[in-house]
């Protein structure tokens, strides 16, 4: 099942590939909806069902609630569907009584399922990481805006990209050959860094599919790129033909890599959690739990420390996730600094980044017209010599 493979890992866009091409955009949108509403569905079944049922009946109900109030389907077809997919797991029964019940009293869960719940977790680590009110509620209210926004950033004119900002719809039909779509968020975390990279060599070691070796470039640097995943390297490289860009793109472990004193830079885009992308991928909000963190946390000391060995002195280490988590972010950096005490902090110059201990958060306020962003996480560490 597609909710399934994403609880396993997978980005719901991946997860659908294996369904028919004509149903997609209709199971995207139901998908999403139901993670996003997760909290919302779950509370509404146990309002109904007193009794302990197995997981797969509940989220079939969870699903058919999400289907009866956004989608034009007929209601009673949602359940008759439902229905006969749960005596798969011997649940018909179970799920028959309690979607009949949903319908009987339509009108009340329409205002339960309204407001999208958040849950306590992700507002916590929210409101560790902004100190200003204004910014959570609007941190919390953005979970509702769809179709979220992107930009475009164009090779030759970057500068131009933050009024190029249209739905995706539109920008998609307009799309230039030499521009690629990103979040606003990911623009302005190199942007930053944007005077310390010019005609620098610089290595970024977790590439594809590519967007910040884009922006590398375009901003002056000589960017080589790596990743350890096939899939996603054949992607990178299928952007980089299409922006006429002569990348040097190659698949390759970080880890398993010796590049000492090669490179003056090296961006350490890291693999995370994706928490900082919960408008475009809800699920996430569902994967803040200390196992999931920890596998990533490792990866992310791990290869910010291999990064640290293989910097030139008086070289950078970028270190970015789209990640809001303390474990990811802060903590990251600030344990690293405490063991390696011949790395600075570089201090960036941005309005739109929020300073946090030793490094910066995108602020998605801060592009309020834009629709706000993802959230982002930047740290540039030096190699003091
Ligand atoms: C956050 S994504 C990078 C996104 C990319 N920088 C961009 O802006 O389009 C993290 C990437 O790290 C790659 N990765 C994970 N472990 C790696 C390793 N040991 N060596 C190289 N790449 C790795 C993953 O395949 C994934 O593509």
Known sequence: MTTEKVNKGQSVDNAITSLDKIKRPYAFLIIQEHFRRYQNTIEIVKELSHKKSNSNAVLIIQIAIIMIYFSTKPVHSIVNDSVEFAKNFKAPGYVNVILRSVLKEKDKFRSAIKEIKI?????????????????????????????VNYQISYLDDTQA???KRVSIIDDLKKIKKQSWVQDIGNYECIRSVKKLIKNKNILD??????????????????????????????????NADRLELDLKIKKQDFLRSNFKNVYDCILLDAPCSSLGTFRRNPDVMLKINKNFLKSKNDKQALMLIHASKMIKP???????????????????IDKFLKKNTDFNVIELQSDKLIKKNNGYFTNPLS?????????FYISVLERKN
């Open 367 to 375: 592009f309020k017209k834009f629709g706000g962003s993802d959230i």
């Open 314 to 332: 008086k070289g950078y280490i970028i270190y970015i996730v789209c990640s809001f988590h303390m474990d990811e972010t802060i903590e990251v």
């Open 119 to 147: 849950g306590n977790e992700f507002k916590r680590q929210i409101i560790k990481i902004y100190s200003s009110k204004k910014i959570h509620n609007f941190i919390f209210n953005s979970l509702d805006k769809k179709p």
């Open 161 to 163: 990209i933050y009024d």
């Open 205 to 238: 070691c977790c590439a594809a599919p590519g967007g910040k070796s884009f922006l590398l470039s375009s901003f002056g640097a000589n960017v080589d790129c790596i990743d350890n995943q096939k899939n996603q390297i054949e992607k990178f490289k299928s």
